[in-house]
């Protein structure tokens, strides 16, 4: 029979994916034969999988840790935030609805029998599922119905590891805190605790790890120090987007309200000869970007009134006219052309509003989403890559005339007459090395050979034998059941 371990934090953002991808690789290097699983995510940076649907990035992350490839069942319930209090529903795989968080929480107690049957599903010949929670289990308001951490932990009866991130500092209260809230039934689930994000002399903390196993009498698993390399993953929480210093080509990137799909951006960020610098809401463009890269969009409509709010399309302008170079990615392809439509209402009351007009090209939106795995080439280079479709909305124009990628027998994406501003719908093509070089070789920014895929294996090692060091795994298998 498999077992399984589920990992939940004592908040958000303690470093659970990246644990659970750590703990999955540990796993693999053992000769043992893991899958990832979470209940419910929430993350507009999804993965599209082979068997046709979509997931957090997360997830994707920790199959690629367990040598597996992303499949619905390790992430049934996505929620796709499209406002500050609604989000579009994706239940193993594929829209279910789009809610109010409301609405929400009366439902989701309903959606606790696909999760389940996924959960059977994803460990079917495994030797273990690792699990992870969202939130926190201190949620207590938020426990009727929970589907995410101890109300999917009672239902499938999986044991728990409790982890606080003592960056934050407070790491003590978080725990001690979270024992002293759950109900008997939860606390009977909690087995084992750790320590996440540690700066300095773990030794220091040992007295702070006694207190905690006394007051809770959970098994303590270790201190795991703050691991540097973590930024050459690919992050999926937008809180984890940030400029990274690198080299002498500057690329910058608008952060809108609802951005998704940023993996787009990791490849570039890892590339040495990059600096990606994110800028924050307020700040103008810098006038010495090479390139602007506008990336994609839960709320394409919504976003581009943000991103007219902050000035950056006078910005935009002025660095067109400066001779600098523009991509958009899907929602931010939509918004360089001259016009959306969304007479449907698709994302909010319908409207038609003018775009960028940097591309002579407009969007009508659709209902229907288009989810595909796809493989194309560059056209000025023949270079392949391989990415992924996930948007609404059709695109056509003059400047599709002008389309730089070839992808299933037809041209894809538009260019402006001068070349220096593009878009597609195709994310996940930076990862392709021979791709980016080209392509930055093209806006006359050459780049010195990176091999992202290995980067980003090697880092999944070097994450497994971290934890191995400051993690006691074996303990912790044991706890599994």
């Known amino acids: 029979m498999t077992r399984a371990i589920m990992i939940q934090g004592a908040g958000s953002n303690v470093g659970k994916s990246m644990l659970v991808a750590g703990i999955a690789r540990a796993c693999v290097k053992r000769g043992m034969s893991v899958a990832p699983f979470k ?91 690792i699990v992870e929670g969202a939130g926190s289990p201190a949620e207590v308001n938020l426990r009727t119905g929970d589907i995410a951490n101890m109300g999917f932990a009672s239902a499938a009866n999986v044991p728990v590891v409790l982890v606080g991130d003592i960056d934050r500092g407070g790491v003590i209260a978080q725990l001690v805190g979270t024992h002293a809230i759950l109900p008997p039934e939860d606390l009977a689930l909690i087995k084992g605790f750790a320590i996440n994000k540690f700066r300095g002399d773990p030794t220091l903390f040992a007295a702070g790890m ?13 201190i795991v120090p703050w691991f540097a390399d973590a930024w050459k993953l690919p992050a999926e ?25 940023f993996d787009d951006l990791d490849p570039l960020t890892a590339t040495p000869d990059v600096t990606v610098e994110i800028i924050e809401a307020g700040r103008p463009l810098p006038g010495d970007a ?4 506008i990336p994609g969009s839960k709320s394409t409509i919504a976003d581009l009134a943000h991103f007219r709010a902050q000035g950056w399309d006078i910005d935009l302008q002025a660095h067109v006219r400066r001779g600098g170079h523009v991509l958009g990615i899907c929602g931010g392809y939509q918004m360089l052309g001259k016009e959306i439509i969304d007479d449907d209402g698709i994302e ?72 220096r501003v593009m878009g597609c719908y195709l994310h996940g093509l930076f990862a392709a090395d021979a791709f980016r070089a080209a392509f930055l070789a093209d806006i006359g920014k050459p780049v010195t050979h990176h091999d992202y895929a290995q980067s980003v294996t090697d880092t999944l090692d070097a994450l497994a034998d971290h934890l191995e060091t400051h993690m006691d795994i074996d303990a912790l298998l044991g706890l599994a059941h």
């Open 39 to 129: 209940p419910q995510n929430m993350s507009n940076n999804a993965a599209v999988t082979a068997d046709g649907g979509e997931i957090g990035r997360a997830q994707a992350l920790q199959a690629l840790a367990s040598g597996l490839e992303p499949m619905v069942d390790m992430n049934p319930v996505l929620l796709k935030p499209e406002t500050d209090i609604g989000a579009q529903v994706i239940v193993q795989g594929k829209r279910f609805a789009t809610m109010k968080a409301r609405d929400y929480g009366k439902q989701k107690a309903k959606l606790l029998p696909p999760v389940l049957e996924s959960f059977q599903r994803i460990g079917l010949g495994r030797d273990l599922v």
């Open 210 to 222: 006694d207190i905690i196993a006394a007051r809770t009498e959970w098994t303590p698993l270790g």
């Open 237 to 261: 929480d937008v809180m984890d987007i940030a400029s990274r210093k690198g080299g002498a080509i500057k690329i910058a990137v608008p952060r809108l309200n609802r951005i998704a799909n």
């Open 290 to 293: 090479d390139l602007v890269i």
């Open 348 to 419: 909010g009351p319908p409207s038609r509003v003018s775009g960028l007009g940097l591309l002579d090209v407009r969007t009508v939106m659709a209902p229907q989403k288009r989810l595909a795995l796809s493989n194309a080439s560059y056209l000025p280079s023949g270079d392949e890559v391989s990415g992924y479709e996930i948007h609404i909305g059709q695109t056509d124009g003059p400047d599709c005339t002008r389309a730089w990628l070839s992808l299933d027998g037809r041209g894809e994406g538009a260019a402006s007459p001068d070349g």
